[in-house]
């Protein structure tokens, strides 16, 4: 499976941006959709989750601003960010987890500054 994430981009705070992730092959039933994220400096930390029957998770950090959805006849999944803030800047990256691999796209840049 190969992921292409898009959408990146600079912010200012308080300001919103979507990202993109497109799977080369079927989203499957029990695949896991996700979004981490990596600031310099810092680990890569799981930032939110869907599921194919469209159920999500997120970290607390990003809870009421950040929106994670799927279009699975597209196979796609994005997240919506509102209200970013600087310490939401980091390298993005969206990752399938199927079973018991995990496919990774290339990351996308969020800077969010003014």
């Known amino acids: 499976v190969q992921l292409q994430a898009s959408g990146g981009g600079l912010v200012q705070p308080g300001g919103s941006l979507r990202l993109s992730c497109a799977a080369s092959?079927?989203?499957?039933?029990?695949?896991?959709m996700r979004w981490y994220r990596q600031a310099p400096g810092k680990q890569r930390e799981l930032v939110a989750s869907?599921?194919?029957?469209?159920?999500?998770s997120y970290i607390d950090s990003v809870k009421g601003r950040f929106i994670v959805s799927a279009d699975n006849a597209r196979n796609m999944w994005g997240l919506q960010m509102n209200n970013l803030k600087r310490e939401d800047t980091a390298v993005y990256y969206c990752?399938?987890?199927?079973?018991?691999?995990?496919?990774w796209g290339q990351g996308t840049q969020v800077t969010v500054s003014s």
């Open positions: 869907i599921t194919k029957d469209g159920t999500t």
């Open positions: 990752m399938l987890r199927r079973l018991f691999e995990n496919y």
């Open positions: 092959g079927n989203i499957r039933s029990n695949d896991i």
